[in-house]
């Protein structure tokens, strides 16, 4: 049977998830979860929490699931100790580096891949396997068939996403909130950026990404066929009643395996929804997924007081519990108990009196025991035994039953116990020889021309799929002695991975071996093919573990993620190449959606669009393979006055990334970063190397 997996923004969500049928609750502790503006919980409610979910048989996942620095990891490991300790469950991550922590200093405690690691094919969820992975959450893009494939292949358990909000872009790769506001979803601070008007050249009163919430439960019976292990309701930003409501509709459509009712979908769209539902990626029809929450909508209230009260007011949720009572002459009465884990208690009462009229009977014994309502227990076998002529009073059998409920209480309660090791030392960094690497990235071929190819750049980083049409223009560069690099998608599904492997095959008939990766699966990939890897910023290094985890990998080189300030770049202990991109509009955001087609109203893929705020800058968008769309900061990351402060980081290479600009201005660019031009372009931002994130 599926595990209903709820969430639980506040102490009072975990009532909520458990009182209505959740098999599993996920909550955030500390500062490293994705959820940092939901109330979370402190040290002492987690303990009470993760206490309260083990008596009533509920698992409790910890997250946390975001990037964390190298002066961070002690902290971070700290928040995972005393939460094992508590008896949680298992820890959901997304960084690499504390993944590889986690497994050497708690290697009992289950790691479940974040989706924040946009894991979309089979290979990345082998690659999370492989570093010791017990579950994946899968991206929330993928069509059933994807996820069967991955689920049915994988030799791991997958979890999927059924309820909730659905981020414009894939989970773990948007970086629009901290470009434009430090407030970094990788960090757990987004500030919603697709939930905000832009203009794709109309009025500025359009949300083009802003998707409707996603709903599956009517697809419970078909996921569960295609064997993921765990269903997943997005909402710890969300009110407990919200949770209540959701996780009650999920929970019945699994546990009495009906479809829901038409007042079941009613209560889950008033509890919340952005114009109704999607199941657009998960059935592959991804026309009608556009919706935004209606102002001032502040959902049904008796909807909610009616969830409040059921979950405040009663205790629905049961564990099996059976007794064993007998009364003998001459002897304290005695019970036994058992749970449907294995725990057993015993406890005694009083000597029984002698019966002065009707005398004790086995079956007023078994109906005093069997009154368990008002705890987490209900009585499901009840046995007593008893001599003749023998009296107790009501009383002591009653507190003789609680006493049996306190003691198997305990025995639920209690966590078991959890070998700590210390942290594992940070892996041993090594100094860089010489000036950075020269590297240049281009998106369209057309900047691949003679001119800059005399610049004599280090490396040329190209897209596979663009340039298989015109791998000629690669010759200039490689006759000057230039590395060509293959630039690979930010998503290649299993459903896309044989054209994409088809092109790099090709390419090596052409003399490439080497390609650039920003994806776990796509690692694994080209390793199988015999290519050389580095490793792109999708892959969110942010410590010096990290780096170690993809050394180890078989990478050749790595990029430092760009949320990261130059300061933290100099401090982590390079064990593998590391460069960063010093120039370029930085890509925000990569979607499955298609927003040039929504602003041209057809297939326009060809010319670049582009998506406007309230405050007049202007996002451009470039189509990606597979029909997807990569949305580019508004402003250019300029550093070429930074030389300095780039080659005290200890950088291998320094990549400029030319996206929009044309063959000319590619080539003045890296003429001013050389120090032979004075050309400066417009629009500049330092990026976030000296600000930071939150």
């Known amino acids: 049977m599926l595990e209903l997996l709820s969430p639980a923004g506040s102490p009072e969500a975990v009532i909520a998830a458990v009182q209505n049928g959740a098999d599993s609750v996920y909550m955030g502790f500390g500062d490293f979860n994705a959820r940092r503006g939901a109330k979370n919980f402190s040290p002492q409610e987690l303990e009470k929490a993760i206490r309260y979910c083990r008596i009533r048989g509920c698992k409790t996942y910890v997250c946390l699931n975001t990037l964390i620095s190298d002066r961070e990891t002690a902290a971070a490991l700290n928040y995972a100790g005393l939460a094992a300790d508590m008896g949680a469950t298992g820890f959901i991550v997304q960084d690499l580096g504390l993944v590889s922590i986690l497994k050497r200093s708690l290697p009992s405690m289950p790691v479940h891949a974040s989706t924040q690691m946009s894991i979309h094919n089979l290979a990345g969820a082998k690659a999370a396997a492989e570093m010791g992975c017990s579950r994946v959450v899968l991206a929330r893009e993928l069509s059933l068939e994807q996820i069967k494939y991955i689920t049915q292949n994988a030799g791991v358990e997958t979890e999927i996403f059924v309820h909730g909000a659905l981020c414009f872009c894939h989970s773990g790769q948007c970086y629009m909130s901290a470009c434009i506001g430090r407030r970094s979803g990788n960090r757990g601070m987004c500030a919603q950026p697709c939930r905000m008007q832009y203009s794709l050249g109309g009025r500025m009163d359009e949300y083009p990404l802003s998707l409707k919430d996603n709903c599956l439960v009517q697809s419970l019976d078909v996921i569960d066929q295609a064997g993921v292990a765990c269903i997943k309701i997005e909402g710890r930003m969300k009110r407990p009643e919200y949770t209540a409501i959701v996780t009650g509709v999920y929970s019945d459509a699994i546990k009495k395996g009906i479809s829901p009712s038409a007042a079941d979908m009613q209560r889950l769209e008033s509890a919340f929804s952005r114009q109704g539902f999607t199941d657009g990626y998960f059935t592959g029809s991804k026309e009608d997924m556009f919706g935004v929450r209606a102002e001032n909508d502040s959902g049904n209230e008796k909807l909610y007081s009616d969830a409040r009260k059921k979950y405040s007011d009663s205790e629905v949720r049961r564990v099996g519990i059976n007794f064993y009572t007998v009364c003998k002459k001459g002897e304290k009465i005695a019970a036994a108990a058992s749970d449907e884990d294995g725990n057993k208690a015993v406890a005694y009462g009083i000597m029984p009196e002698a019966a ?238 298609c927003i040039i087609r929504q602003s041209a109203g057809k297939c326009a893929c060809a010319k670049p669009g582009s998506l406007s705020d309230r405050t007049g800058n202007v996002f451009p968008v470039v189509k990606e393979f597979g029909c997807r769309n990569v949305i580019y900061n508004a402003h250019k990351l300029y550093m070429a006055d930074k030389q300095e402060d780039i080659k005290a980081a200890g950088v291998w290479g320094t990549r400029l990334l030319f996206t929009t600009e044309s063959p000319r201005e590619t080539v003045e660019v890296f003429r001013c970063y050389k120090g032979t031009s004075d050309y400066k372009p417009n629009v500049l931002t330092r990026g976030l190397y000296y600000r930071g994130v939150d």
């Open 356 to 593: 002065r009229s009707t005398g004790l009977t086995a079956e007023y014994l078994r109906d005093q025991m069997q009154k368990t309502g008002g705890t987490p227990y209900e009585c499901i076998e009840n046995k007593a035994i008893t001599d003749p002529d023998l009296f107790l009073p009501a009383s002591s059998i009653n507190e003789l039953r609680r006493d049996l409920i306190a003691k198997i209480t305990k025995l639920r309660a209690e966590a078991p116990p959890v070998v700590h090791y210390p942290k594992p030392p940070l892996p041993a960094g090594r100094k860089v020889q010489g000036a950075p690497k020269w590297i240049i990235q281009v998106t369209d071929p057309e900047q691949l021309t003679e001119e800059l190819a005399a610049e004599r750049p280090d490396y040329i980083y190209f897209p596979a799929m663009r340039l298989i049409a015109s791998p000629q223009r690669l010759k200039p560069f490689t006759d000057n002695g230039c590395v060509p690099v293959a630039v690979l998608p930010r998503v290649i599904t299993d459903t896309e991975e044989q054209d994409v492997r088809a092109v790099l095959e090709q390419l090596r008939k052409e003399g490439i071996e080497e390609v650039l990766a920003g994806n776990l699966g796509h690692v694994m990939m080209a390793r199988d093919l015999g290519l050389a890897v580095r490793g792109d910023f999708g892959l969110n290094v942010f410590n010096s573990y990290s780096l170690d985890v993809l050394r180890n990998a078989g990478l050749i080189s790595v990029t430092a993620s760009f949320e990261l300030r130059i300061a933290q770049i100099k401090d982590m202990l390079k064990s593998i190449d590391t460069e960063i991109i010093t120039y370029g509009r930085l890509p925000v955001m990569v979607s499955d959606q």
